[in-house]
């Protein structure tokens, strides 16, 4: 696994992160969401990192 995909998974938790902040801080519940599935979208990628991380070690 590459140090720019690891890299690119955290900056998308990162823009989810502000996102969900931004929603909840102009009471947008569609934003919020929005940020909630990007996080949650990052999540998943970063975990399939580690796996085959530990797969290639």
Request: charged share 40%.
């Amino acid at each position: 696994m590459g140090i720019g995909d690891k890299i690119k998974h955290g900056a998308e938790d990162l823009t989810g992160k502000a996102k969900e902040a931004a929603g909840k801080a102009t009471d947008n519940e569609r934003l919020e969401a929005e940020g909630k599935a990007d996080q949650t979208k990052a999540d998943v990628k970063k975990a399939g990192d580690n796996v085959k991380d530990a797969f290639n070690h």
